[in-house]
Antibody, heavy 119, light 107 residues
Framework: EVQLLDSGGALVQPGGSLRLSCAASGFTFSKFAMTWVRQAPGKGLEWVSTISDNGGNTYYADSVKGRFTVSRDNSQNTLYLQMNSLRAEDTAIYFC????????????WGRGSLVTVSS | DIQMTQSPSSLSASVGDRITITCRASQSINSWLAWYQQKAGKAPKLLIYKASSLESGVPSRFSASGSGTEFTLTISGLQPEDFATYYCQHYFSYPVTFGQGTKVDIK
């Protein structure tokens, strides 16, 4: 069974940093691109970033480009999102998600990790 | 960037009703479109991929169609568990984008 366990969410001050993790199991992690999607309180879904299966290609939403870095450790079956220069508008639940194949639609999702940016 | 616009933003319906949600892309995305259902406090659930392919385990009352720039999701015979928010998402190119969502609630 595919499992994605998001963790690392916390309360952080504006301008601060945080790293989210997503521990994967139940599938061959190194064969799939992985994606982060976020959802601000009461708002819709926003794609944040995708990383290719080997980590060689990364993609970002304009809203986080230059501040967030996605990475992965295929030996540990773990996905990361390093978030720097955090802003109030980054407050959201962050979901990690995987596709069923090489496409970028998402068949499996973590439960989400809450990031709150506030002083 | 490709913008995805859903309509309506919300709708009220009764159990047994047939409802249709529309998603429009700002440029052609061929059939690279997915639909998700999200219930409060939960992660989204994939319903449809490649515009009209039903994800395994999703009830057949869900159907979808479209290509290019206009797409629809139809639920035939709304069930109590279908009251939720629905999102479309294109995956034609980066950046991937979602529609703003359609909330379906009980009339």
């Amino acid at each position: 069974e595919v499992q994605l366990l998001d963790s690392g969410g916390a309360l952080v001050q504006p301008g601060g940093s945080l790293r989210l993790s997503c521990a994967a199991s139940g599938f061959t992690f190194s064969k799939f691109a992985m994606t982060w999607v976020r959802q601000a309180p009461g708002k819709g879904l926003e794609w944040v970033s995708t990383i290719s299966d080997n980590g060689g290609n990364t993609y970002y939403a304009d809203s986080v480009k230059g501040r967030f870095t996605v990475s992965r450790d295929n030996s540990q079956n773990t996905l990361y999102l390093q978030m720097n220069s955090l802003r109030a508008e980054d407050t959201a639940i962050y979901f990690c998600a995987k596709p069923p194949s090489t496409q970028v639609y998402l068949s499996h999702w973590g439960r989400g990790s809450l990031v709150t940016v506030s002083s | 960037d490709i913008q995805m616009t859903q309509s309506p933003s919300s709708l009220s319906a009764s159990v047994g009703d047939r409802i249709t949600i529309t998603c429009r892309a700002s440029q052609s995305i061929n059939s690279w479109l997915a639909w998700y259902q999200q219930k409060a406090g939960k992660a989204p659930k994939l319903l449809i991929y490649k515009a009209s392919s039903l994800e395994s385990g999703v009830p057949s009352r869900f159907s979808a169609s479209g290509s290019g720039t206009e797409f629809t999701l139809t639920i035939s015979g709304l069930q109590p568990e279908d009251f939720a928010t629905y999102y479309c998402q294109h995956y034609f190119s980066y950046p991937v984008t979602f529609g703003q969502g359609t909330k379906v609630d009980i009339k």
